[in-house]
């Protein structure tokens, strides 16, 4: 009996390892961005059916740095780089907001199909309207569904544009959520997320740790 146990548990932990690696490819190479997506989509092709088999989602984070590192390398070491940079500047942009990256580009996940997701925070979300409409920035309103705490969802206005070939996503959020991050749709923890200061910061590490990089590889 225990050892059937076992052998069951076993199992069920390498399929949620081999799903978790497929949803990580389809993510890498299909351009999936939802993780419940992607790991239904990994159950369906795997042919796995058992609902206790399905990896948590920062499993699935997990195996997509793993895949990024091993497959992607340089490719997309440069596509976050060159998103981050991007982020910066829009961060000084919408300084009156007070805007915070979040998301993939933060959190080092991001590739050249990822948009930089910035919060911005205004209690007048017509005023992020009014900005973009007077320096001509042509945006598209979409919305989207948060869960500002574990008792709370609200639909939030996003404007989405594309500005030197990068993609930009702004939500707007009430001034008051400056003090507490929605939760992440990761692991339902307080969204990570970075002011310009602090990306700035990221950046310059990001600098050394190229350059440590380079060192050790011209040895």
Known sequence: MHRARQHAETRTRE????????????????????YYQ???????????????SLPRNREIEAALREYQRLFLGEDQAGALRLRREAAARALDFFAAFEPRLVGPVLDGTADA?????????????DAVTRFLDER???AELRSRRLRMDRDRVEDVPVWVFLADGVGFDLAVLPRVALRQAPLSGIDERPMRRASAAQLRQLLAEDEIAGYEARGASGR
Do not use: T, Y
């Open 38 to 52: 992607a790991k239904l989509k990994a159950a369906h092709r795997l042919g796995i059916r058992d609902d206790a």
């Open 113 to 125: 199909n990822s948009p930089v997701q910035l919060q911005l925070f205004a209690d007048d979300p």
């Open 136 to 138: 001509g920035i042509p």
């Open 15 to 34: 399929r949620r390892h081999r799903l978790a690696h497929e949803a990580a490819r389809l993510m890498a190479e299909g351009g999936i961005r939802d």
